[in-house]
């Protein structure tokens, strides 16, 4: 079954709008959960969450850890056309002697003007 | 500028051809990746390197081979026991064996398979 699940699978807003991602993981010896974004080809860096309750913040753009519950949540507030993509969550843990990182489906952002 | 380079980004074959898939880096990072991205499937792991020389298995190996025969360079072939081979391919690597679990991606090459 999958260890990383992202919701939704798709959203579209329109521009202004807040938007909510979520990720929730299951797995065991959890190190780490990022966030990415894929608007054509690489996908590049956001965050990286390794304490429950603390807030990264960047921009627009900010990520928190629940590691009790075991999720994550990706806002996005006022949101911009350019902020059209794939949003992808991956949880780093360790296993079988090396480190893992597992990718959810993704949610794929529309920001209609 | 350092980076990831991935190439071909377009690659047509017939079916039953094999294909190699370049990925060469100058970021000097140890560990290594590819992946396959699917519509609506995230980014499922081939194979990664965490050294020269030496190479696991990911979560879909079957099909695929690898060599890391140096630092920059972790090329994949797509051979002909690869069932369903059209999809993305991303080439990643991270600083130091994939610990921080921030990985640096290449722009991908696409591959359709007639």
């Known amino acids: 079954e999958d260890k990383v699940v992202q919701s939704p699978l798709s959203l579209v807003v329109h521009e202004g709008d807040t938007v909510t991602l979520n990720c929730s993981y299951e797995?065991?010896?959890?190190?780490?959960l990022l966030w990415y974004k894929q608007e054509k080809k690489a996908p590049t860096f956001l965050f990286m969450l390794?304490?429950?309750?603390i807030e990264k913040k960047s921009g627009r753009l900010s990520s928190i850890l629940d590691k009790k519950e075991l999720f994550s949540i990706l806002n996005i507030t006022a949101t911009q056309t350019g902020d059209s993509a794939i949003y992808l969550c991956?949880?780093?843990?360790?296993?079988?002697?090396?480190?893992?990182?597992?990718f959810g489906k993704g949610t794929k952002l529309s920001v209609i003007p | 500028d350092g980076g990831i380079t991935q190439s071909p980004k377009y690659l047509f074959r017939k079916e039953g051809q094999n294909v190699t898939l370049s990925c060469e880096q100058n970021?000097?990072?140890?560990?290594m990746y590819w992946y396959r991205q699917d519509p609506g499937q995230g980014l499922r792991l081939i194979y990664y390197?965490?050294?020269?020389?030496?190479?696991q298995k990911g979560d879909i190996a079957e099909g695929y081979s690898v060599s890391r025969e140096k630092k920059e360079s972790f090329p994949l072939t797509v051979t002909s026991a690869q069932k369903n081979p059209t999809a993305f391919y991303l080439c990643?690597?991270?600083?130091?064996?994939?610990?921080?679990?921030?990985?640096?991606f290449g722009e991908g090459s696409r591959l359709t398979v007639l």
């Open positions: 390197s965490q050294i020269v020389n030496d190479f």
């Open positions: 990643a690597s991270s600083r130091t064996s994939g610990i921080t679990g921030e990985l640096f």
């Open positions: 797995v065991t010896n959890f190190r780490s």
């Open positions: 970021l000097n990072h140890d560990a």
């Open positions: 991956a949880v780093l843990y360790s296993g079988a002697g090396s480190y893992q990182l597992t």
């Open positions: 390794t304490s429950s309750g």
